[in-house]
């Protein structure tokens, strides 16, 4: 439903932009990384929250399912870029936010944390409960914004900053 909702707004406030009113969308991978009101429901910063909290990280699926990620700083970089770019650039187009090659596998995205964590145990369940699967190409926002966003964060680095968020507030699973 939600992605139905976004592209018809898509299409609705693309019948209306002109060199005075500018619109360009961004598309958000899944986000990860410390935010003020955290969300552990999310892939990686739930696996990142399990392994710190429990030792281990069960996916429900085998972990073939692919996830595309970008840190919540790395989305405020691309809106930023979207304001400081020309708008002959950005008006009326669409870009998916995300890293480069930053299309994981959810059994990838566990093995990341386990490098940090590196104590933790992944287990699969493959209970296959959730089909979903996604793969985004982010090849347009590195050439046609390549000049004004540039992801900072990775996997790791994301991780190690949840982890010391994590010890700073005595995190529990509870």
């Known amino acids: 439903t939600y992605a139905k ?11 209306i932009y002109s060199d005075k009113f500018v619109i360009c969308f961004f598309r958000p991978s899944t ?8 969300r552990c429901d999310i892939v990686f910063n739930n696996f990142v929250a ?18 595309p990620v970008i840190h919540v700083q ?9 304001i400081n770019a020309p708008s002959k650039i950005v008006n009326g187009e669409a870009f998916n ?9 959810v059994l990838e995205l566990a093995e990341i944390v386990k490098k940090v964590i590196p104590k933790c145990k992944i287990i699969l369940l493959n209970k296959n409960s959730d089909q ?5 190409s982010f090849d347009k926002i590195f050439s046609k914004l390549n000049k ?7 996997l790791e680095k994301g ?16």
Do not use: Q
């Open 5 to 15: 909702t976004k592209w018809k707004s898509e299409i609705e406030l693309n019948k």
């Open 74 to 82: 790395d989305v405020c970089n691309a809106l930023l870029a979207g």
């Open 31 to 38: 986000v990860f990384g410390f935010s003020p009101r955290l």
């Open 97 to 105: 936010i995300g890293l480069k090659n930053g299309n994981f596998t």
């Open 132 to 136: 979903r699967t996604y793969k985004v």
């Open 50 to 67: 399990c392994a710190y909290t429990t030792g281990k990280i069960e996916i429900l699926s085998d972990g073939n399912p692919w996830r």
């Open 159 to 174: 991780a190690r900053e949840l982890i010391n968020f994590f010890r700073k507030i005595n995190f529990t699973e509870k």
């Open 148 to 154: 004004y966003y540039k992801p900072i964060w990775d």
